[in-house]
């Protein structure tokens, strides 16, 4: 069965700073990862995600995430922090067989002016 | 495009009461997913329809949820008799068809409060 390891269960930087999200997954097949944002009150809208060819995945909003398989990673980053990207954000891989989701614990991105 | 809306967005019931949730989906999007999110944790997958039949439910308390999806389009979940553990935010998703369910697209959430 596939599972997600979100390692933090709140990050903080300060506006301009790195922002780097861990995730790490166990799959017995070939992954499919994303990255969701849930902002308050809110649904979660995809950030990006991974299926097949380039392990450097580009997203909305300047995040960009890289499958690494031999570390079976695929963590989120961008350059320089906005206020507005403060929000929980939650690693997923798609399930084998029905091609539902399974989602990590979340991580509270919050971002200091 | 409209998105999946949800009603009602939030809703206080007390223990042993049943409560309902609606779903609209996306226009043409055959699947539907019914997700639980519990204060600080990650969505949880409750049932899975194709169209109006049922693909994955094994995660669905049977013994007081029930969901249907009558015509393929619409669906409610329903909670009969509701438990304190409950409280969480009900959140439904669809996508095009198994083909192309990774793209799922979340309405809103339903926040459920048990007392």
């Known amino acids: 069965a596939q599972s997600v390891t979100q390692l933090g269960s709140h990050v903080s930087v300060s506006e301009g700073a790195l922002v780097l999200l861990r995730c790490n997954y166990s799959?017995?097949?070939?992954?499919?990862l994303f990255w969701y944002v849930q902002y308050p009150n809110q649904g979660l809208q995809l950030l990006l995600k991974y299926t097949t060819g380039a392990t450097l995945v580009k997203g909305i909003n300047g995040f960009e995430a890289e499958f690494k398989k031999s570390e079976t990673s695929f963590h989120l980053t961008k350059p320089s922090a906005h206020m507005s990207d403060a929000a929980e954000y939650f690693c997923a891989v798609l399930n084998s067989g029905y091609s539902t989701l399974t989602f990590g614990k979340g991580t509270m991105l919050l971002v200091s002016p | 495009e409209a998105g999946v809306a949800q009603s009602p967005r939030y809703k206080i019931i007390e223990k042993r009461q049943s409560v309902a949730f609606w779903c609209n989906p996306i226009?043409?999007?055959?699947?539907l997913y019914w997700y639980q999110q519990i204060l600080g944790q990650g969505p949880k997958l409750l049932i899975q329809?194709?169209?109006?039949?049922?693909?994955?439910d094994s995660q669905l308390p049977k013994d007081r949820f029930s969901a249907e999806r009558l015509k393929g389009v619409d669906s409610t979940l329903k909670i009969q008799p509701a438990k304190l553990e409950d409280s969480a935010v009900y959140l439904c998703?669809?996508?095009?068809?198994?083909?192309?369910?990774?793209?799922?697209?979340f309405g809103p959430g339903t926040r459920l409060t048990v007392t």
């Open positions: 998703a669809s996508s095009e068809g198994q083909a192309h369910s990774y793209e799922q697209y």
């Open positions: 799959s017995s097949v070939p992954p499919y």
């Open positions: 329809f194709q169209n109006n039949g049922v693909v994955d």
């Open positions: 226009s043409g999007h055959a699947t």
